[in-house]
């Protein structure tokens, strides 16, 4: 049978162009969310994190924005370029053994960048 | 700086057979981590080590163990195969165990079990 977990949602966008890069959240309790970029054959990389605090964060070229309410966080990437094609992750912070600092990551979007 | 390393790159093993994937880091951080990743999934935690002697299970343990073997090195064993087991697995550390310290990760070691 067919795994829903094996096909990653795909965002497709001209170079040049903005792109938005949604995650959906668990945990209302979460309080520092990271995004993360991986490359094909690569391990993750960060890229910004925002705490529970704010609304909206920026970096070079993106912005994180988080909603609360909807347990919804977003990433913008401004002019995008054909290196930004990749997977691209959100990330919670979650607790276990009563350590925190352990991310629960999302499924994930590939974002591919059309020359 | 190589960063985090690991060994080795790539793995085939027939079900029931034992092996150890390598971590090591040289950042001198305090904290290393194990992850899997499944096709079209994000990372799981397998197991963590929040500073050198202690290790701690994440998420998903079961048929792992790990040895925290100085500050540098972080392995991750797995006695006895599983298909189940096919992934690909990161290692990754920080500063500390806080998500304010960033994570660094390592290659990945892709495991193919048959």
């Known amino acids: 049978g067919e795994s829903v977990g094996l096909h990653l949602p795909t965002l497709s966008v001209q170079e040049g162009d903005n792109s938005i890069i949604n995650c959906a959240y668990s945990?209302?309790?979460?309080?520092?969310f990271i995004w993360y970029k991986q490359e094909s054959g690569k391990g993750p990389q960060f890229i910004i994190d925002?705490?529970?605090?704010?609304d909206k964060r920026q970096g070079q070229r993106v912005t994180v924005l988080l909603n609360k309410t909807v347990k919804h966080l977003s990433l913008q990437i401004a002019a995008t370029q054909p290196g930004d094609s990749a997977v691209y992750f959100c990330?919670?912070?979650?607790?276990?053994?009563?350590?925190?600092?352990?991310?629960?990551f999302g499924k994930g979007t590939k974002l591919s960048v059309k020359p | 700086n190589a960063g985090v390393t690991q060994t080795p790159k790539f793995q085939v093993l027939k079900t029931g057979q034992s092996m150890t994937l390598q971590c090591a880091q040289d950042?001198?951080?305090?904290?290393m981590y194990w992850y899997r990743q499944d096709p079209g999934m994000g990372l799981r935690l397998i197991y963590y080590s929040a500073s050198e002697g202690t290790t701690d299970k994440g998420e998903v343990p079961n048929g792992y163990n790990v040895s925290r073997l100085n500050k540098r090195e972080f392995s991750l064993r797995l006695e006895s195969a599983a298909p189940s087991q096919t992934s690909v697995y990161f290692c990754a550390s920080s500063e500390g165990t806080r998500v304010a310290y960033e994570q660094y990760f390592g290659p990945g070691t892709r495991l193919t079990v048959t």
């Open positions: 950042m001198n951080h305090n904290s």
């Open positions: 990330a919670e912070e979650r607790e276990y053994g009563g350590s925190q600092g352990n991310l629960i």
């Open positions: 925002i705490r529970s605090n704010m």
């Open positions: 945990n209302s309790a979460s309080d520092y």
